[in-house]
């Protein structure tokens, strides 16, 4: 079996393991539009909002959007790089959104999230393709 086909063996698994893939946009007021979903137990946001947010102000935009898609009581579980300014994919550099553990709980409790569980990781292995600092893991829930 060549790795080509290892491959689309693997693409073909987790196609029939994940029931439905929806797209999201998350300039719209509802992020899954023309979707209408019910609010959320839990959601997981690993390393998404250090991608895709220009600014600190973006940040919280998005973390807020991520907070009224969950229900009261609901949980998020936070997983991001501190002190990253980029990453390559490829030979492609793009921008990451840098931020410290102070900035992404202040983000959270402005929300009206209660952390239950925070962890640093400081970062062990040296590459170019990326500059964080450490890894954070942030478990907490939404204020009822």
């Known amino acids: 079996m060549g790795a080509n086909d290892h491959f689309q063996d693997k693409e073909g698994k987790v196609r029939s393991t994940i029931p439905h893939v929806m797209k999201c946009d998350l300039e719209k007021e509802n992020m899954m539009d023309p979707i209408v979903l019910p609010p959320a137990d839990c959601i997981i946001s690993f ?11 973006d940040y919280i935009r998005y973390l807020r959007k991520f907070s009224g898609m969950l229900k009261p009581g609901g949980h998020i579980m936070f997983i991001g790089c501190l002190d990253m300014t980029y990453y390559t994919v490829g030979k492609d550099k793009f ?8 900035f992404v709980r202040k983000a959270l409790v402005g929300e009206g999230f209660v952390i239950d569980y925070c962890k640093v990781k400081k970062r062990t292995n040296v590459s170019d393709l990326t500059d964080y600092k450490a890894v954070i893991f942030i478990a907490a829930h939404k204020e009822k």
């Open 95 to 102: 921008h990451a959104l840098t931020y410290d553990e102070d």
């Open 47 to 57: 390393g998404l909002l250090d991608k895709i947010s220009k600014d600190q102000d």
